[in-house]
Every structure is written in structure tokens, then in C-alpha cells.
């Protein structure tokens, strides 16, 4: 069975801070995935990484940074949080040849 | 527009009966359709793909309109286990790799 674990299921966190979110899965995919949810908005891809310390942008990447240096961990930054980056954070992975995503249990980030 | 958009419900559906909901996407060049559900509060799961030619799960049936631009998902004999929000993904472009696009779900209560 595919696990991915994110480092958290509940975060609080102030303006200003440096936030680490961190996302581990043990099936050795290539692709992996950070996504937020918010309410009526549906997932929004922030970015996206193909391999080690490959990264690409997604459709919302301003305000966060991502860090790949090993191939089972796949790590989002809020250089600096705003209260309009609390959300719902949520990692995938998936591998190369399939189309399926492997999500892990979200992160719920509150910017206070 | 949005470029995967659902109708957010709720669809309150009686146990045993049929519910019946579509997915209308804007970029006619998609390629790959699925649905996913998420229950409450936990993360999304790969519930089928959706073939050309209309597929079925069990009590699932899923069907693509490519002139039409939409996806459906018909639920038959609804089990209250059933509640969930169901989400329409797209994949744009396979080539450039497994970046899905997610509509904002549709919300399945089924009540005894």
C-alpha cells in the first residue's frame, strides 16, 4: 500500500514566521505534488517535482518555495506566512508512468 | 471560468436511491478524466478513471461527452457510506506530465 505522511496534521503559525511543511512517501515515485484546498476554490497546484531537486512551478507558487533533495521527501516553504496562506495543505506522489495520485492526510495551516 | 467546474450540492440523495451529477471542463484538448472522493476531513482518493466509452465500478458508472465537454458519475443504490464529495480531475496535457486539474467537488449526503 502507497503511504504518504506529511510531518503534521495541525499547524499554528504567526505572520512573519518560517513555515516548513514536510511530505514523505515510501513507494519511491518520481512525482510528487503540493496542493492547498480552500473552500469553494477545490485543490490549486503551488508546485510540482519530476525528480531530485527538480522542481516546477504550479498554478499558485508566490509565497512558497519547495526543496527536494532526497526522492521521498518533498518539502513546501512559507518564507514568510500570511494569513491568506491559511489553508489546507496536501501532498501527493505519484509515479512516472501512471496518472494516479497518492494523496497524504493534509496539514491544516492556520496564519494567525 | 473555471477551468473544471461542479455544481457543489449538497445532493441529498435517499439511502437506495440514484444520484446522478456532471463535471463540464473548459480546455477541449484534455485527455484523461477521473473522479475522486474525499470524505470529510480527510484526503483525496482515486475512485475510477472515465473512458470514452463510459465505464462502470459496481454501482459507479462514469461517462465522458467529449462534444459536449463534460464528465458524469452516477451513483446507483446509494449507501449512506457513500457521502462524500466527489471530485472531477483533468489531465490538460499528459506530455507534460501528471499535473491534474481539480474541480471543487460536488457533496453526496445520502440519508437513511
Known amino acids: 500500500d502507497v503511504k504518504v505522511t506529511q510531518s503534521s496534521r495541525y499547524l499554528v503559525k504567526r505572520t512573519g514566521e518560517k513555515v516548513f511543511l514536510e511530505c514523505v512517501q515510501d513507494?519511491?515515485?518520481?512525482?510528487m505534488f503540493w496542493y492547498r484546498q480552500d473552500p469553494g476554490l477545490g485543490l490549486r497546484l503551488i508546485y510540482f517535482?519530476?525528480?531530485?531537486?527538480?522542481?516546477e512551478k504550479g498554478d499558485i507558487p508566490e509565497g512558497y518555495s519547495v526543496s527536494r533533495e532526497k526522492k521521498e521527501r518533498f518539502s513546501l516553504i512559507l518564507e514568510s506566512a500570511s494569513t491568506n496562506q491559511t489553508s489546507m495543505y496536501l501532498c501527493?506522489?505519484?509515479?512516472?508512468?501512471?496518472?494516479?495520485?497518492?494523496f497524504g492526510p493534509g496539514t491544516r495551516l492556520l496564519v494567525l | 471560468r473555471k477551468e473544471v467546474e461542479q455544481d457543489p450540492g449538497p445532493f441529498n440523495v435517499p439511502e437506495g436511491a440514484t444520484v446522478a451529477f456532471n463535471c463540464t471542463y473548459s480546455?477541449?484538448?484534455?485527455?484523461?478524466f477521473f473522479w475522486y472522493r474525499q470524505d470529510c476531513r480527510k484526503e483525496p482518493k482515486l475512485l475510477m478513471s472515465v473512458y470514452s466509452s463510459g465505464n462502470e465500478d459496481g454501482r459507479f458508472t462514469a461517462q465522458l461527452n467529449r462534444a459536449s465537454q463534460y464528465i458524469s458519475l452516477l451513483i446507483r443504490d446509494s449507501k449512506l457510506s457513500d457521502s462524500a464529495t466527489y471530485l472531477c480531475v483533468v489531465n490538460k496535457n499528459k506530455a507534460a506530465g501528471n499535473k491534474l486539474t481539480f474541480g471543487g467537488g460536488t457533496r453526496v449526503l445520502v440519508k437513511p
Open positions: 501527493a506522489s505519484s509515479p512516472p508512468a501512471l496518472e494516479t495520485q497518492y
Open positions: 480546455n477541449s484538448a484534455s485527455q484523461s
Open positions: 517535482s519530476y525528480d531530485v531537486k527538480m522542481k
Open positions: 513507494m519511491d515515485h518520481e512525482n
